[in-house]
């Protein structure tokens, strides 16, 4: 008996929720697989999240789609799921599409069918709406160099922190069929800026890791994930805690809950990439894992207490930036503010100041809170979290 495309929807909506490339993630409403997402100067956009496939010749230890599990399969035609989303998105309930897959024939068969659903969309229907596309490891060049052309987006799950553990949980993919469509979309970026052509992947790539899957520490993580900032171009990195989905030797036996670590990974990667912090001044070499108690920041300046108190009326932007409780819309709010007058406590946390963090390291009218890092830190830590587990 043949599937309609409402079964295929349900399955394959589901089948998508692992991945987190949508930085609202799933909203309330009765369509299955929507996700919201945060565009260009702040507008929100409602995406069909979905999966061409979940019928993966793969057989990842970690993932629910794997081959050997016996669970529904479903896949789309090119015609049907470019039916799908014009029907949802003319009757205004997407504003677009984000599609991925599973592995379901070949790399090169399945980067295919998903190029030609953007295609399809973009040129023969004129379908104006945002396009996210997954791109396959392993599929050919040409093949990701068409999806760059017509996805507003595009992604590289990369999963895994190192070749190790790709090879132990996931066998049949490898760091170079993940790493060279990542490096190639970032040169192919870089190219289109340059010529100020503005057409290839105008809102960039991100990538995904999945965290205590496997033991690497939070230090080589970030260290992956700021590599490729730097040569990959890569807009975002997603951090995915651990769950388990299937019973596998190769897993962690009784794994401990992930979702405070990945909090605080998600927390350095935003000091990587907004407030000029490096991987090696979060965690130096004696320290691979970060804090679960204390945020990154206030970590390092507990680390480094000759470089504060901070005088607000003189110091730098990157100097504020690196001042626990300060963000740069706060920083720049100071330097603003003070060209015109002496700023006092109260105006800091009206310039959006974090108060309560920020004074142990900031000096005004020649007052500051005078107190050894251990004090600082016993008073920064709420009492139930002085005994806070290991994670």
């Known amino acids: 008996m043949s599937m309609d495309t409402t079964q295929k929807l349900l399955i394959l909506t589901a089948a998508a929720r692992s991945d987190l490339d949508c930085q609202y993630g799933e909203i309330a409403t009765d369509l299955p697989g929507c996700c919201r997402i945060c565009a260009g100067n702040g507008r929100q956009i409602t995406l069909l999240k979905i999966l061409f496939s979940n019928a993966c010749v793969y057989d990842c230890a970690y993932c629910a789609n794997r081959r050997g599990n016996d669970i529904p399969r479903a896949t789309f035609t090119v015609e049907e799921l470019v039916r799908l989303t014009l029907e949802l998105y003319h009757k205004g309930r997407i504003g677009g599409l984000f599609l991925t897959s599973a592995v379901w024939r070949t790399p090169d068969n399945t980067q295919e069918c998903l190029n030609q659903v953007a295609e399809e969309l973009r040129f023969k229907h004129q379908f104006g709406g945002y396009i996210h596309l997954k791109v396959i490891p392993g599929a050919d060049p040409a093949l990701i160099r068409r999806a760059g052309l017509v996805a507003d987006r595009v992604s590289v799950n990369i999963e895994l922190p190192t070749e190790r553990a790709l ?209 600082i830190r016993a008073l920064l830590l709420p009492p139930e979290q002085l005994r806070l587990p290991g994670f």
């Open 167 to 375: 090879t132990n949980l996931a066998p049949d993919k490898s760091r170079h069929s993940i790493l060279a469509p990542m490096l190639q979309i970032g040169a192919d970026i870089a190219q289109d800026r340059q010529e100020r052509q503005n057409r290839y992947v105008t809102a960039g790539q991100t990538s995904q890791l999945i965290v205590g899957a496997s033991p690497e520490s939070d230090r080589q993580i970030l260290l992956l994930s700021q590599a490729l900032y730097r040569r990959a171009g890569l807009r975002r990195m997603y951090y995915s805690a651990y769950r388990p989905v299937n019973h596998d030797r190769r897993l962690p036996q009784n794994p401990l809950p992930q979702q405070l670590r990945e909090h605080r990974l998600y927390q350095a990667d935003w000091l990587l990439r907004f407030y000029g912090f490096q991987t090696e001044e979060l965690l130096p070499g004696d320290q691979p894992e970060l804090d679960p108690r204390l945020d990154p920041k206030t970590v390092w300046a507990l680390r480094h207490p000759e470089c504060f108190p901070v005088e607000i009326h003189t110091a730098s932007y990157t100097t504020l930036l690196r001042t626990p409780g300060i963000g740069p819309m706060a920083a720049r709010r100071i330097l603003a503010e003070r060209r015109h007058r002496r700023l006092d406590f109260a105006d800091l946390r009206k310039l959006g100041v974090i108060t309560s963090r920020a004074r142990y390291f900031l000096a005004w009218r020649n007052e500051f809170f005078e107190a050894s890092p251990e004090k």
